[in-house]
Protein backbone atom coordinates (compact mmCIF):
# COMPACT_ATOMS: atom_id res chain seq x y z
CA UNK A 1 0.00 0.00 0.00
CA UNK A 2 1.23 3.26 -1.29
CA UNK A 3 1.10 6.11 1.67
CA UNK A 4 1.88 9.82 1.37
CA UNK A 5 3.95 11.26 3.91
CA UNK A 6 1.10 13.12 5.93
CA UNK A 7 -1.17 10.39 5.02
CA UNK A 8 -2.07 7.50 8.60
CA UNK A 9 -2.04 4.13 8.01
CA UNK A 10 -3.91 3.94 11.18
CA UNK A 11 -7.95 4.26 10.68
CA UNK A 12 -9.76 4.88 13.46
CA UNK A 13 -12.85 4.84 11.51
CA UNK A 14 -13.56 2.52 8.20
CA UNK A 15 -15.33 3.62 4.92
CA UNK A 16 -17.93 1.15 5.58
CA UNK A 17 -18.43 2.77 9.34
CA UNK A 18 -18.40 6.14 7.87
CA UNK A 19 -21.27 5.13 5.47
CA UNK A 20 -23.46 3.78 7.92
CA UNK A 21 -22.95 7.02 10.36
CA UNK A 22 -23.61 8.94 6.90
CA UNK A 23 -27.33 7.07 6.39
CA UNK A 24 -28.39 7.07 10.06
CA UNK A 25 -31.36 9.09 11.00
CA UNK A 26 -28.66 11.74 13.33
CA UNK A 27 -28.57 15.74 12.93
CA UNK A 28 -24.63 16.69 11.85
CA UNK A 29 -23.29 17.18 15.44
CA UNK A 30 -24.19 13.77 16.29
CA UNK A 31 -23.01 12.62 13.51
CA UNK A 32 -19.83 14.02 14.37
CA UNK A 33 -19.90 13.04 17.69
CA UNK A 34 -20.89 9.34 16.94
CA UNK A 35 -17.30 9.46 14.94
CA UNK A 36 -15.42 10.94 17.96
CA UNK A 37 -16.72 8.52 20.11
CA UNK A 38 -15.86 5.39 17.96
CA UNK A 39 -12.27 6.93 17.26
CA UNK A 40 -11.94 7.56 20.40
CA UNK A 41 -12.84 3.95 21.83
CA UNK A 42 -9.70 2.81 18.51
CA UNK A 43 -7.39 4.98 20.24
CA UNK A 44 -8.42 3.35 23.91
CA UNK A 45 -8.43 -0.25 22.92
CA UNK A 46 -4.49 1.15 21.59
CA UNK A 47 -3.54 2.58 24.68
CA UNK A 48 -4.77 -0.54 27.35
CA UNK A 49 -3.16 -2.78 24.80
CA UNK A 50 0.20 -0.48 25.46
CA UNK A 51 -0.07 -1.01 29.28
CA UNK A 52 -1.73 -4.44 29.26
CA UNK A 53 -4.74 -4.03 31.26
CA UNK A 54 -8.32 -3.99 30.02
CA UNK A 55 -10.24 -0.59 28.51
CA UNK A 56 -11.94 -0.22 32.04
CA UNK A 57 -8.99 -0.45 33.91
CA UNK A 58 -7.32 2.52 32.28
CA UNK A 59 -6.49 5.50 34.57
CA UNK A 60 -6.65 9.20 33.66
CA UNK A 61 -3.41 9.45 34.54
CA UNK A 62 -2.40 6.37 32.07
CA UNK A 63 -4.64 8.08 29.05
CA UNK A 64 -3.38 11.64 29.78
CA UNK A 65 0.74 9.55 30.25
CA UNK A 66 -0.09 8.08 26.81
CA UNK A 67 -1.07 11.27 24.95
CA UNK A 68 2.10 13.17 26.60
CA UNK A 69 4.42 10.54 25.64
CA UNK A 70 2.82 10.41 21.88
CA UNK A 71 2.98 14.34 21.24
CA UNK A 72 6.89 13.76 22.37
CA UNK A 73 7.38 11.31 19.83
CA UNK A 74 6.04 13.58 17.23
CA UNK A 75 8.01 16.70 18.54
CA UNK A 76 11.25 14.80 18.96
CA UNK A 77 11.14 12.16 15.93
CA UNK A 78 8.44 13.39 13.54
CA UNK A 79 4.28 13.02 12.87
CA UNK A 80 5.25 9.61 11.05
CA UNK A 81 6.73 8.05 14.25
CA UNK A 82 4.04 9.20 16.93
CA UNK A 83 0.26 6.59 16.65
CA UNK A 84 -1.32 9.76 15.96
CA UNK A 85 -0.30 11.27 12.83
CA UNK A 86 -1.88 14.62 13.25
Given at each position: MDVS????TTQFL???????IDAALLSSPEKFL????????RILQHI?????VKIEDLTTQQVIAWFEKDA?????EGVETAYLKW
Open positions: PNQSTLEESAKTRLTISSLAQEYEKIRRQ
